[in-house]
């Protein structure tokens, strides 16, 4: 029987304070909640946030199940570090199955490999651009194949805030490029920044669809302020503007997620709040409509 290949989404942003992590997070929830699918997700970012949160209870306490099999995982040398160490030894094969010592079983449908501090060596680029070109493709064949894991529909990478050789990998491979944007002056430097960089960083490989929507919307009367209008009209524009001059896919979605307090709980509750569940839901169906 063939493998199907599962889409490929990695959510990026070169400012900090977008809300990626927890984007990356409730998207995560609601596909494997709402859906029949199964969603992987990982934390490539060596400040470990959505790893941190994963392991952290509502009250702040830590996750004991969790934090065992962390603890596991690193001293079996089972990590996402790890497995870049193989793969980027010269001249020898990549030896290193996956399984549920890899992957951690968040709940039935939605699993996750976090990040590790060793990390921290990926942003000072020790490793060299040629090895690591290839690591998560290879990486993600290896999932696909392991008779130990089910057969995921959606893989989701929540991508350092810097563009890292571990960045160039997954960009390198991905079916898209989410990109949250905030409601403030830097939306549209930001995104105008971002577009323009993009496909040279990535060459010689293909550029990926890139969808770009506005996150912490702030509202009045549940619609956008005026103010957050005017830059989702701006980043639209950058939008347009990048695909006609690079000939690339570039589009600002029409969805767009509230300003809510309570979202930076989610992860630790281990639930989008109720909220927050429609906007999330809009903005999957924007995400899958544009994949297709």
Known sequence: MAVKSPKTIATINFKGGVGKTTVTWCLG????????????????????????AIA???????????????????????????????FARPRQHFDFPVGFDFIYQLTEDLHFVPSVEDLYWMEL????????????????????????????????????????????SVLSCCDLILIPVNPDYFASKGTN????S???????????????????????????TKETS?????????????????????DFFESWIPDRVGVKRAITTGGVPG???????????EVTGYLS
């Open 29 to 52: 929830d609601v596909v494997s909640s709402f859906t029949d699918s199964k969603v992987l997700m990982f934390d490539l970012d060596a400040q470990m946030s959505l790893t941190q």
């Open 56 to 86: 952290l209870n509502e009250g702040g306490t830590m996750n004991d199940k969790f934090q065992k099999w962390y603890e596991s995982s690193i001293e079996r040398e089972k990590t996402i570090f790890d497995a870049l160490d193989k």
């Open 125 to 168: 680029e020790v490793f060299d651009r040629d090895a690591v070109k290839d690591f998560i493709r290879r990486l993600l064949g290896k999932v696909a194949n392991s008779p130990k894991l089910p057969q995921y529909d959606y893989i989701l990478f929540d991508c350092p805030p810097s563009f890292t050789l571990l960045s160039y």
């Open 193 to 196: 920044l971002i577009l323009n």
């Open 198 to 224: 993009l496909k040279m960083r990535i060459e010689p490989f293909p550029l990926p669809k890139i969808g770009v929507f506005m996150n912490k919307t702030k509202t009045y009367g549940n619609s956008p």
């Open 230 to 250: 005017f830059y989702m009209r701006e980043v639209a524009h950058v939008c347009a503007e990048a695909s006609r001059r690079q000939t690339i896919d570039a």
């Open 275 to 285: 909220d927050l569940l429609e906007p999330f839901k809009e903005l999957w169906t």
